[in-house]
């Protein structure tokens, strides 16, 4: 018999019952506009996502892995160049990449972060590095000014890999405003999603956003003037009216998934769960709250007794993918993602999810740990 799930590891209907009428009301008028592409919803949404991320330039397009690719694209990437990012990340990240052409070199995590280890990066930046692309993971970003020294000392570019950051902040500063230019993905479970596919890249240069804009729409320089071989990667006007509705709410939904992950860390507390580590200058937004233990099948099985949802966001790790085989990585190539991709178990974050919810949650898991203790004792 199916468990009934007692805490969904997401639940959209609740967020989209709570802002219902203006969603429809921006559909609707999208609707009777006959616009559907390349029209005045989607400038309004790209001029107010560009000042949510403290940028100059937004251009919508139709998912982050896209927004990654023509990123990539618009810096200049192509054969016979290095881009290095991680292999905690999802497969998109990695696949862009070899869209262009250019090879992937990974680079291990920090074990308290889980982002890029920049001294890792330091170690394998060759002349024939021209981008790093560092994943602001869960939520969470990257050490960015180290990174940026870097990328100056030796002339490579930084695209952040922000499709799980929506908001979040590093020394005050917005994902996204952080490198050369960034890319987001507006998936429906993300932070800040549609109803379908979406995405976006962000930059301060003007160069990179008019090289996006033309690339994302067939490389259509004027009214049948095709400058270059581009793409259908167009973030289409329903999608661009619903974020515009949900960039209203999401800083009070940020709030709330923090609100959410102080109270797990504060039941927790006395467990030997561990937890991603925030430095002081940075402000997550919680896209993923993961509890890291050695037993993760034992309390991924107590949860699903429980009627809980849970979530397995990075493992295994690209490297060990039997289609990427090709790039020459092995097992044991990458230790800290490893590790990670055996012992994380993402927890229902949402921020419709009420403190009771979480309660429950945090006692199950406070079961699982004293009985994996008990069952070590008694060995
Ligand atoms: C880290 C990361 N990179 C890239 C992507 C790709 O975004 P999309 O699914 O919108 O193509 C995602 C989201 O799924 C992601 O989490």
């Known amino acids: 018999m199916e468990q009934i799930q007692k805490v969904p590891f997401l639940d959209l209907k609740s967020q989209q019952d709570e802002v219902r009428s203006e969603l429809v009301e921006a559909l609707t008028s999208t609707i009777d506009s006959t616009t559907y592409i390349l029209g005045p919803q989607l400038e309004r949404f790209e001029s107010r996502f560009a000042r949510y991320c403290d940028c100059r330039y937004a251009a919508g397009v139709s998912s982050g892995t896209a927004a990654l690719h023509l990123a990539l694209l618009a810096v200049g990437v192509g054969a016979g160049d290095e ?42 930046v060759t002349a024939r590095t021209k981008a790093v692309i560092p994943v602001h993971l869960f939520g969470q970003t990257c050490d960015m000014d180290p ?17 799980q950051a929506h908001g979040a902040r590093y020394m005050g500063r917005a994902a996204g405003s952080l490198g050369h230019a960034a890319a987001f993905s507006f998936y429906p479970s993300k932070n800040l999603g549609g109803f379908g596919d979406g995405g976006a890249v962000t930059t301060n240069d003007a160069r990179i956003a008019e090289r996006v804009r033309l690339l994302r729409h067939h490389g259509q320089a004027g009214r049948n003037v095709y400058t270059d071989i581009g793409f259908n990667y167009r973030l289409d006007e329903m999608q661009a009216a619903v974020l515009a509705v949900k960039l209203n709410h999401v800083d009070r939904w940020t709030e709330r998934r923090r609100e959410l992950a102080a109270l797990y860390r504060e039941l927790l507390r006395d467990t030997d769960y561990r937890f991603q580590e925030a430095p002081p200058e940075v402000l997550p937004v919680y ?15 107590s949860l699903d007794g429980a009627g809980i949802g849970w979530g397995n966001h990075i493992a295994p790790p690209i490297h060990v993918q039997p289609g990427y085989a090709f790039l020459g990585y092995q097992e044991g190539s990458f230790p800290v993602s490893e ?24 006692t199950t898991l406070g079961r699982v740990v004293v009985s994996i203790s008990s069952a070590t004792t008694e060995r």
């Open 339 to 362: 590790r990670l991709a055996r012992e994380l178990v993402s927890l229902p974050v949402y921020p419709q999810l009420s403190n009771e919810q979480v309660n429950y949650v945090a």
């Open 83 to 124: 881009v290095i990012t991680v292999p905690n990340t999802f497969v998109a990240t990695v696949e862009a990449i070899l869209y262009t052409g250019a090879r992937p070199v990974l680079v291990d995590v920090r074990d308290d972060t889980y982002c890029i280890d920049v001294e890792a990066v330091r170690r394998a």
């Open 287 to 301: 896209y993923i709250f993961a509890v890291r233990h050695e037993k993760q099948q034992a309390i991924r099985d």
């Open 147 to 163: 990174l940026m020294g870097l990328a100056e000392t030796h002339g490579f570019f930084v695209i952040e890999d922000a499709c």
